[in-house]
Protein backbone atom coordinates (compact mmCIF):
# COMPACT_ATOMS: atom_id res chain seq x y z
CA UNK A 1 0.00 0.00 0.00
CA UNK A 2 3.01 2.39 0.78
CA UNK A 3 4.28 2.09 -2.73
CA UNK A 4 0.75 2.70 -4.20
CA UNK A 5 0.45 5.70 -2.39
CA UNK A 6 3.87 7.12 -2.88
CA UNK A 7 3.70 6.23 -6.50
CA UNK A 8 0.10 8.23 -6.55
CA UNK A 9 1.39 11.38 -5.22
CA UNK A 10 4.25 11.47 -7.55
CA UNK A 11 1.67 10.81 -10.01
CA UNK A 12 -0.24 13.92 -8.88
CA UNK A 13 3.14 15.73 -8.68
CA UNK A 14 3.74 15.41 -12.62
CA UNK A 15 6.81 13.12 -11.67
CA UNK A 16 8.06 12.28 -15.35
CA UNK A 17 9.84 9.30 -13.84
CA UNK A 18 6.99 8.13 -12.19
CA UNK A 19 5.10 7.66 -15.36
CA UNK A 20 8.55 6.38 -17.37
CA UNK A 21 8.46 3.53 -14.11
CA UNK A 22 4.92 2.66 -14.31
CA UNK A 23 5.08 2.60 -17.89
CA UNK A 24 7.41 -0.53 -17.70
CA UNK A 25 6.44 -2.31 -14.84
CA UNK A 26 3.59 -4.80 -16.11
CA UNK A 27 2.85 -5.28 -12.04
CA UNK A 28 1.80 -2.10 -11.76
CA UNK A 29 -1.62 -2.52 -13.80
CA UNK A 30 -3.38 -3.55 -10.45
CA UNK A 31 -2.26 -0.31 -8.74
CA UNK A 32 -3.10 1.82 -12.16
CA UNK A 33 -6.60 0.41 -11.39
CA UNK A 34 -6.68 1.10 -7.48
CA UNK A 35 -5.53 4.50 -8.45
CA UNK A 36 -8.43 5.07 -10.51
CA UNK A 37 -10.52 3.19 -8.25
CA UNK A 38 -9.70 5.44 -5.03
CA UNK A 39 -10.13 9.02 -7.50
CA UNK A 40 -13.59 7.82 -8.15
CA UNK A 41 -14.67 6.44 -4.77
CA UNK A 42 -13.48 10.26 -3.40
CA UNK A 43 -15.93 11.34 -6.19
CA UNK A 44 -18.43 9.21 -5.12
CA UNK A 45 -17.65 10.26 -1.47
CA UNK A 46 -17.54 14.06 -2.35
CA UNK A 47 -21.45 13.92 -3.63
CA UNK A 48 -22.76 11.70 -0.09
CA UNK A 49 -24.19 15.08 0.62
CA UNK A 50 -26.63 15.69 -2.60
CA UNK A 51 -27.21 11.33 -2.99
CA UNK A 52 -26.25 9.27 0.13
CA UNK A 53 -23.80 6.32 -0.16
CA UNK A 54 -25.08 4.53 -3.34
CA UNK A 55 -22.99 6.53 -6.27
CA UNK A 56 -19.64 5.65 -4.92
CA UNK A 57 -20.25 2.56 -6.76
CA UNK A 58 -21.92 4.03 -9.74
CA UNK A 59 -18.77 6.77 -9.79
CA UNK A 60 -16.74 3.73 -9.29
CA UNK A 61 -17.70 1.85 -11.95
CA UNK A 62 -17.99 4.75 -14.52
CA UNK A 63 -14.42 5.69 -13.26
CA UNK A 64 -12.98 1.95 -14.11
CA UNK A 65 -14.85 1.45 -17.53
CA UNK A 66 -14.17 5.42 -18.81
CA UNK A 67 -10.55 4.69 -17.92
CA UNK A 68 -10.21 1.45 -19.99
CA UNK A 69 -11.84 3.61 -22.92
CA UNK A 70 -9.60 5.98 -23.16
CA UNK A 71 -6.78 4.13 -22.44
CA UNK A 72 -7.57 2.15 -25.58
CA UNK A 73 -8.88 5.45 -27.40
CA UNK A 74 -5.58 6.71 -26.61
CA UNK A 75 -3.55 3.50 -27.97
CA UNK A 76 -5.38 3.86 -31.11
CA UNK A 77 -5.15 7.52 -31.95
CA UNK A 78 -1.37 7.02 -30.61
CA UNK A 79 -0.16 4.62 -32.10
CA UNK A 80 -2.56 4.87 -35.83
CA UNK A 81 -3.19 8.28 -36.28
CA UNK A 82 -0.43 10.35 -34.34
CA UNK A 83 2.72 8.16 -34.08
CA UNK A 84 6.01 9.64 -33.42
CA UNK A 85 9.35 8.38 -34.73
CA UNK A 86 9.77 6.37 -31.20
CA UNK A 87 6.28 5.15 -30.74
CA UNK A 88 6.52 2.09 -29.28
CA UNK A 89 3.40 0.91 -26.58
CA UNK A 90 0.98 -1.46 -26.28
CA UNK A 91 -2.52 -0.96 -24.55
CA UNK A 92 -1.20 -1.65 -21.23
CA UNK A 93 1.62 0.84 -21.29
CA UNK A 94 -1.67 3.27 -21.92
CA UNK A 95 -3.97 1.60 -18.79
CA UNK A 96 -0.98 2.33 -16.21
CA UNK A 97 -0.22 5.60 -17.14
CA UNK A 98 -3.23 7.12 -17.42
CA UNK A 99 -4.58 5.02 -14.61
CA UNK A 100 -1.84 6.81 -12.18
CA UNK A 101 -2.80 10.13 -14.06
CA UNK A 102 -5.80 9.90 -12.14
CA UNK A 103 -3.97 10.13 -8.60
CA UNK A 104 -5.47 13.92 -8.66
CA UNK A 105 -8.79 12.97 -8.49
CA UNK A 106 -8.57 12.12 -5.01
CA UNK A 107 -9.03 15.49 -4.24
CA UNK A 108 -12.46 15.47 -5.42
CA UNK A 109 -13.75 14.19 -1.81
CA UNK A 110 -13.43 17.77 -1.24
CA UNK A 111 -16.58 18.50 -3.36
CA UNK A 112 -18.62 16.83 0.05
CA UNK A 113 -17.55 20.45 1.32
CA UNK A 114 -20.30 22.43 -0.29
CA UNK A 115 -18.52 25.65 -0.22
CA UNK A 116 -15.75 24.77 -2.35
CA UNK A 117 -17.48 21.35 -4.08
CA UNK A 118 -17.16 23.42 -7.68
CA UNK A 119 -13.64 24.26 -7.24
CA UNK A 120 -12.50 21.34 -5.66
CA UNK A 121 -14.26 19.20 -8.51
CA UNK A 122 -13.12 21.36 -11.55
CA UNK A 123 -9.43 21.82 -10.12
CA UNK A 124 -8.52 18.02 -9.70
CA UNK A 125 -10.02 17.72 -12.92
CA UNK A 126 -7.89 19.92 -14.87
CA UNK A 127 -5.44 18.61 -12.65
CA UNK A 128 -6.11 15.07 -14.23
CA UNK A 129 -6.26 16.26 -17.48
CA UNK A 130 -2.28 17.88 -17.31
CA UNK A 131 -1.31 14.49 -15.82
CA UNK A 132 -2.65 12.42 -18.51
CA UNK A 133 -0.56 14.85 -20.90
CA UNK A 134 2.25 13.66 -19.22
CA UNK A 135 1.11 9.89 -18.80
CA UNK A 136 0.31 9.67 -22.67
CA UNK A 137 3.85 11.67 -23.77
CA UNK A 138 5.73 8.91 -21.74
CA UNK A 139 3.37 5.76 -22.47
CA UNK A 140 3.69 6.68 -26.77
CA UNK A 141 7.22 8.04 -26.07
CA UNK A 142 7.00 11.19 -27.72
CA UNK A 143 9.99 13.95 -27.81
CA UNK A 144 7.53 16.35 -26.74
CA UNK A 145 4.42 17.05 -25.55
CA UNK A 146 2.15 18.98 -28.42
CA UNK A 147 1.43 15.52 -29.92
CA UNK A 148 0.58 13.96 -26.45
CA UNK A 149 -1.91 17.25 -26.34
CA UNK A 150 -2.81 16.18 -29.53
CA UNK A 151 -4.04 12.56 -28.76
CA UNK A 152 -5.70 13.92 -25.12
CA UNK A 153 -7.66 16.92 -27.51
CA UNK A 154 -9.18 14.40 -29.57
CA UNK A 155 -9.75 11.11 -26.93
CA UNK A 156 -10.52 13.47 -24.23
CA UNK A 157 -14.05 14.27 -24.90
CA UNK A 158 -14.85 10.67 -25.02
CA UNK A 159 -13.51 10.11 -21.40
CA UNK A 160 -15.08 13.04 -20.53
CA UNK A 161 -18.67 11.69 -21.71
CA UNK A 162 -18.82 8.50 -20.31
CA UNK A 163 -18.17 9.94 -17.09
CA UNK A 164 -20.70 13.19 -17.93
CA UNK A 165 -23.35 10.21 -18.65
CA UNK A 166 -22.73 8.82 -15.61
CA UNK A 167 -23.07 12.05 -13.94
CA UNK A 168 -26.47 12.62 -15.79
CA UNK A 169 -28.14 9.67 -15.10
CA UNK A 170 -27.28 10.17 -11.37
CA UNK A 171 -28.64 13.39 -11.25
CA UNK A 172 -27.35 16.54 -10.53
CA UNK A 173 -24.38 17.29 -8.75
CA UNK A 174 -24.61 19.70 -5.45
CA UNK A 175 -22.10 22.16 -7.51
Do not use: K
Request: hydrophobic residues 60%; charged residues 10%.
Amino acid sequence: MTTLLHRMLRAALLDVNLYEEVEADRRATGQAAAAVVLSSVAAGVGGLTQHGAWPIAWYTLAALASWWIWAYVAYWIGTRLLPGPTTRADSGELLRTIGFSSAPGVLRILAIFHPIAMVAFVASTIWMLVAMVIAVRQALDYAGTARALVVCAIGFPIYASTLAVAMLLLGPWPL
